[in-house]
């Protein structure tokens, strides 16, 4: 049975940072493609990252990069995002997903290739 769990969430200042931590069970984790999704108040899920098993290549949502870094342990089961030089803009529930697929779905917005979610972890960036 695939199982994520997301945490690391909390309430930091702009400009701060965190570390967000997806963990996994139930499955091969190396064999899954891992995203880091986020969904603001009033507005519509949103991909922010997402690493391919099918070409360990790392992709990031526009507004992200520079800022964001997603790595893996495929021995711990685990996936992180570490977040730096937060915004405001940045406040959302994040979630992380997987799937047998690389990363089209989360390119071109399609999530529903994405099968297997965790529950969110909430980030709040205040000013």
């Known amino acids: 049975d695939v199982q994520l769990q997301a945490s690391g969430g909390g309430l930091v200042q702009a400009g701060g940072s965190l570390r967000l931590s997806c963990a996994a069970s139930?499955?091969?984790?190396?064999?899954?493609?891992i995203g880091w999704f986020r969904q603001a108040p009033g507005k519509e899920r949103e991909g922010v990252s997402c690493?391919?098993?099918?070409?360990?290549?790392?992709y990031y949502e526009d507004s992200v990069k520079g800022r964001f870094t997603m790595s893996s342990d495929n021995a711990k089961n685990t996936a992180w995002l570490q977040m730096n030089s937060l915004k405001l803009e940045d406040t959302a529930v994040y979630y992380c997903?997987?799937?047998?697929?690389?990363?089209?779905?989360?390119?071109?917005?399609?999530?529903?290739?994405?099968?297997?979610w965790g529950q969110g972890t909430l980030v709040t960036v205040s000013s």
């Open positions: 690493l391919s098993s099918s070409d360990g290549k790392t």
């Open positions: 139930g499955f091969t984790f190396d064999d899954y493609t």
């Open positions: 997903a997987a799937t047998q697929w690389d990363c089209t779905g989360f390119l071109f917005s399609n999530y529903r290739d994405f099968g297997s």
